[in-house]
């Protein structure tokens, strides 16, 4: 439950801390001192979405913590547990600072926090209805929203919602296959041909460059054996050669060595050269006669080359990428030839899809009719205790299992009424009054509180409109709520104020330069004051004290 709030430069109120108790609590005050800016902080505390305009004038921000007790909120645990934000205790604090400027920052338990993620926490902690709750009940959405609550439908949505998407991926898939078939097929013969063209040219890696080196060496043949032919005469075969030179020089040398020892290393050095000219002049030899001049090779090399080159250009790639460009085109095709792109494969799929979607789409529905029968008991039952004597509620759920696949299920629900006996049901914007409206309203929120297990309920003017006997039925309905869970209720009527445990009034202070907003808790004698005057306006006399006194009895 929440236990206490802390407000700073908000609206109108410069600084207000309140401290929060169990049971219903009541908050009263004149019209506009700002009871349900109090609700307001908390919703904006809670994810709701804020502006400049809620920073009280003259102040640089406004600040929002609310501490809240979870010790009865098991979900709250997990998820905090979950996103890494769990506290010292039992006691989960959220705090919310907007700027001046429009910006605006959020912390849970100590952590930076987004909308998204106050939200989530919210709705797992508090359940706020709205003073003008009712107009939304002439809405379809609206209506569905109401029952799928109160059904707590959340999971069968969801597993609706997916199988919805699922089906409609696939039937906008085949849509656009269908549609594109042509195009489907052509690009399958373009690539095909590609491929076909690559698989023949069945380019090596790095085949380019030993065909350059080829080409180089065939075109230069007969240079390169003239050349090799030379070198071998001129190192070894002619005479003199530099073979028998260095024998000469070597023989002589070797006689003087006999006589001085310092010409042994010049002497191995020169046996040396010539036994690496004699091997080099045998590589020569070999590779002259070894050199093939064949003009067919050499033109099968230069139109291989220029095959390359041709297919380079057309593709606009370099040919050492054109084994890449292979494989890309070879698993295209591969996908677009596999079941992605099989049009009976896709309809199988589509029709089981479908099939799984109507299977969610029944379940969602069988939930939601069994629902309509208890909320529309208990709206009738409780329409009767609000002053609307003979009148009922019904819920209508429609299913057509050929009706247009939606994500929410296939369902057309319909909130009807009939106001006073005797008279058929018809669809609630037809035949409802405002007061009737709200009254409607107040039973389903009534009904609807009874079902939601969250520790806080909020109620903020949902009494409007009613008075008398049946304002003091709604006090002690909401005062039966407040026995397991926390209930704050903003109201203008003393038949509903009285039932509250605690009471609240809400003061408007107006200075010369500023105007701020006060609570204060009341006491019992403040209590009797403050029901009198909601019961006798301006003027309080003993008879309206004793009146109020009465009701607090």
Aim: charge should be negative; include cysteine.
């Amino acid at each position: 439950m929440l236990t206490h709030i802390h407000i700073r430069d908000f609206a109108i109120i410069d600084a207000l801390e309140l401290e929060l108790h169990p049971g219903m609590t009541a908050l009263t005050g004149e019209t506009g001192a700002g009871k349900s800016i109090l609700l307001d902080a908390i919703g904006l505390v809670l994810g709701d979405k804020a502006d400049s305009s809620t920073v009280r004038h003259g102040a640089d921000k406004a600040e929002i913590t609310l501490s809240v007790d979870i010790t009865q909120t098991p979900s709250a645990r997990v998820w905090l547990d979950a996103q890494g934000m769990e506290g010292a205790d039992d006691t989960c604090i959220l705090r919310r600072i907007i700027s001046a400027q429009g910006k605006s920052r959020a912390w849970i338990n100590g952590s930076p926090a987004n909308l998204t993620q106050l939200r989530e926490l919210g709705e797992q902690l508090v359940d706020i209805h709205g003073q003008h709750e009712h107009q939304s009940l002439m809405k379809k959405d609206a209506q569905r929203d109401m029952l799928d609550a109160f059904a707590d439908n959340d999971a069968l949505l969801a597993s609706t919602r997916e199988a919805w998407k699922h089906w409609k991926k696939l039937h906008e898939r085949i849509t656009l296959l269908s549609s594109q078939n042509q195009q489907h097929q052509e690009r399958i013969d373009l690539l095909r041909f590609q491929a076909q063209e690559l698989e023949t040219l069945a380019l090596q890696a790095n085949e380019p460059a030993q065909l350059d080196e080829e080409l180089n060496r065939l075109a230069n043949a007969e240079q390169l054996r003239a050349t090799a032919a030379q070198g071998y005469n001129e190192l070894y075969d002619s005479e003199p050669s530099l073979h028998s030179a260095l024998g000469r020089l070597i023989h002589d040398i070797a006689l003087q060595a006999r006589v001085d020892a310092q010409l042994e290393p010049p002497l191995e050095l020169l046996t040396s050269a010539q036994i690496q000219i004699q091997e080099a002049a045998a590589q020569l030899r070999d590779y002259a006669e070894d050199l093939d001049i064949d003009p067919a090779r050499l033109q099968w090399v230069e139109n291989r080359i220029a095959d390359i080159r041709n297919l380079a250009r057309k593709y606009r790639t370099d040919p050492l990428e054109l084994p890449a460009r292979l494989s890309n085109i070879q698993a295209e095709l591969e996908q677009l030839g596999g079941g992605d792109y099989d049009l009976d494969a896709l309809e199988q799929q589509v029709q089981t899809a479908a099939n799984t979607y109507r299977q969610h789409a029944t379940a969602l529905s069988q939930a939601r009719q069994h629902a309509a029968q208890q909320l529309s008991a208990g709206v009738t039952q409780a329409m009767q205790q609000l002053g609307m004597q003979g009148g009922q509620f019904a819920i209508q759920v429609a299913s057509d299992a050929n009706s247009h696949f939606q994500a929410l299920g296939m369902d057309s629900i319909n909130f009807t009424v009939s106001a006073n006996p005797g008279q058929p049901l018809k669809p609630l914007m037809k035949v409802a009054s405002g007061g009737e409206l709200s009254r409607i309203s107040l039973a389903i929120q009534m009904m609807a509180a009874q079902r939601i297990t969250l520790p806080a309920l909020i109620f903020d003017e949902v009494d409007t409109g009613i008075g008398g006997g049946i304002a003091e039925v709604v006090g002690k309905q909401l005062r039966a709520l407040g026995t397991n869970r926390q209930v704050l209720c903003v109201t203008h009527l003393p038949q509903v104020a009285s039932q509250a445990h605690q009471h609240y009034k809400v003061t408007k202070l107006k200075g010369k330069e500023y105007t701020s907003t006060g609570i204060d808790h009341l006491t019992r004698p403040e209590r009797v004051e403050e029901i009198a005057r909601m019961i006798g306006g301006v003027e309080i006399t003993p008879a309206t004290r004793a009146l109020a006194e009465e009701m607090l009895r």
